[in-house]
C-alpha cells in the first residue's frame, strides 16, 4: 500500500507531514512512500533527501495513494482527487473547516484529525498538540529574549551588575511550561499562573515562582481548564495588574478547549508596563490572551510591544515537522497490519479508542458527534 505526503498548500506552512529520517519507519512496516515534490522545501528538505531515504517523489502521488499524510486539511481539489476510501491524517480542526469535512464525507474518504487523538497515556507518542506546542512554547520564550533590549540572565562583570529579567508566564500547559523552561535556561526570573491546581507544582518543578492569585481553581474535563466566568476573569485580572507592571517579558498561553482563548490582560494592564517591555501573545490567533494583539503583527500598546503569534510551530519548520511525523508514524503503526507476505494493510480498527476517538468521516458519514451535529 501506498503513502503519500502531500505538498502544504496553505498559506504560511512551512511545515512537511514527514521527515526522511522517518521515511524507514513506514517502509519497515511494508509501505510505498511517496512524496509530492518540493513537500520539504520550506523545512529545508530536499527531494533527494527524500529519495536517499527510500521514498519516491512523484507529482501524483497523491492520486494513487491508500494513505495520504499532511499537516493541514488537504485542500478541496486535491481531496476531489482522492479514490474512494482513501484515508487522511492531518490536522483537521472540524469547527473551522466545515467545507473540508463535508468534501471527505461526500468523497467517502476516511479522515483523522491529530486534534482529536484521545490525550490518554496510551496516545501520548501521537499527541500532536502536545509535540506542537512544545515547539510553540519555546519559540514564544526566544521571541521575548530576542524583542526584549536587555539581558535575560544575572550578569556580574567587573564593570557592574545587570540585574535578570522579569518573565510573567501565563497558562502553564504544554507550551507554557516550556516558554518557563526555556526562559529559566535563560536565566530570567521567571513568575507564572494557572487556573489548574496542578500546574503549581509543575511550575515550581521548573524553578520558576507560581503565581498564588487565592482564586478558585478551574479544573474542567479530561485534565484541562475550564472556562473563567466574568467576575472571576475580571477578579483575576485585577490581581494579575502588579504582577505584569513588575514584568520586562509578558508570555501567554493560555486556552480552554472549544472556546475562545481568555482574555486575561487589558490594554490598561499593559499600558502599566515600563519602557522597553515586550508582551508575547501566544493565544491571539484565537481571540487573544492580551486584549489588542493581532495575530502575526506586533502593535505598540503603551510602553510595550506586543507579538501576535501566528501559526507559531510552523516558524521553526525543522523540529516541529520531525515531531509531527514521529507522531503520524505512530498513529500509523498503531492503524497497521502486516501481511504474512510482510505487506503493509492500512487497516484501522474502529473498536480501538485511539482510531474511534480520531475519525471525522469514514465511509460516506461523519462520525465524530460533535462535528455531525454541527454540521448535519
Ligand atoms: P491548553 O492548550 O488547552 O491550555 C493551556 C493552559 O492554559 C492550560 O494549562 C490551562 O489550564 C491554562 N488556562 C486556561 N484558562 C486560563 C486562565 N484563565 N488563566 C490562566 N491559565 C489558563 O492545554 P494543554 O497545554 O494542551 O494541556 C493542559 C493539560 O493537559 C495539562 O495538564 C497537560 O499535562 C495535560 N495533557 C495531558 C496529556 C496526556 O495525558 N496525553 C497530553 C497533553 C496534555
Not at 486534534?115 to 490525550?119: A, C, F, K, M
Given at each position: 500500500m501506498k503513502i503519500a505526503v502531500a505538498r502544504e498548500t496553505r498559506d504560511g506552512e512551512a511545515r512537511v507531514a514527514m521527515v526522511p529520517e522517518l521515511v524507514g519507519k513506514l517502509t519497515g512496516l511494508g509501505y510505498v512512500v511517496t512524496v509530492e515534490p518540493d513537500a520539504g522545501a520550506h523545512a529545508l528538505i530536499t527531494d533527494e533527501d527524500y529519495r536517499a531515504a527510500g521514498a519516491e517523489v512523484d507529482?501524483?502521488?497523491?492520486?494513487?495513494?491508500?494513505l495520504v499524510v499532511s499537516v493541514q486539511p488537504l485542500g478541496t481539489d486535491v481531496i476531489r482527487r482522492l479514490r474512494r476510501g482513501t484515508a487522511t491524517i492531518s490536522f483537521l480542526p472540524t469547527g473551522q473547516e466545515r467545507a473540508v469535512v463535508t468534501d471527505l464525507r461526500d468523497c467517502g474518504l476516511t479522515s483523522f484529525a491529530m486534534?482529536?487523538?484521545?490525550?490518554i497515556s496510551r496516545a501520548q507518542s501521537m499527541d500532536a498538540l502536545s509535540s506542537q506546542a512544545l515547539v510553540a512554547g519555546y519559540r514564544c520564550a526566544v521571541v521575548a529574549a530576542g524583542m526584549l533590549?536587555?539581558?535575560f540572565p544575572l550578569n556580574m562583570t567587573a564593570a557592574g551588575t545587570v540585574p535578570p529579567a522579569e518573565v510573567v508566564v501565563l497558562g502553564a500547559g504544554v507550551a507554557g511550561l516550556q516558554a518557563i523552561a526555556t526562559a529559566k535556561r535563560l536565566g530570567a526570573v521567571v513568575k507564572a499562573y494557572d487556573v489548574?491546581?496542578?500546574?503549581a507544582e509543575e511550575i515550581r518543578s521548573m524553578g520558576a515562582q507560581s503565581i498564588d492569585l487565592e482564586l478558585e481553581t478551574l479544573e474542567g474535563a479530561g485534565g484541562y481548564a475550564r472556562e473563567m466566568t466574568e467576575d472571576r476573569a475580571a477578579r483575576q485580572r485585577d490581581l494579575l495588574t502588579p504582577y505584569i507592571a513588575d514584568a520586562d517579558a509578558l508570555i501567554t498561553t493560555a486556552a480552554v478547549p472549544?472556546?475562545?482563548?481568555?482574555?486575561?490582560?487589558?490594554r490598561a494592564m499593559v499600558e502599566e508596563m515600563r519602557p522597553g517591555s515586550v508582551v508575547v501573545d501566544l493565544a491571539a490567533e484565537s481571540g487573544?490572551?492580551?486584549?489588542?494583539s493581532e495575530a502575526g503583527e506586533v502593535v505598540r500598546i503603551g510602553n510595550a510591544q506586543v507579538w501576535g503569534g501566528r501559526n507559531v510551530p510552523s516558524q521553526m519548520p525543522g523540529p516541529a515537522s520531525r515531531l509531527y511525523a514521529q507522531n503520524v508514524v505512530n498513529l500509523v503503526t498503531l492503524m497497521t497490519q502486516t501481511t504474512e507476505e510482510g505487506a503493509a494493510l492500512f487497516a484501522p480498527?474502529?473498536?480501538d479508542e485511539i482510531v474511534a476517538g480520531s475519525c471525522v468521516t469514514h465511509d460516506g458519514v461523519i462520525r465524530h458527534e460533535p462535528t455531525r451535529a454541527a454540521i448535519e
Open positions: 507529482a501524483a502521488a497523491v492520486e494513487s495513494a491508500d486534534e482529536l487523538v484521545p490525550r533590549r536587555r539581558f489548574r491546581a496542578a500546574a472549544g472556546r475562545q482563548a481568555p482574555m486575561l490582560v487589558t487573544g490572551n492580551v486584549e489588542g480498527d474502529f473498536e
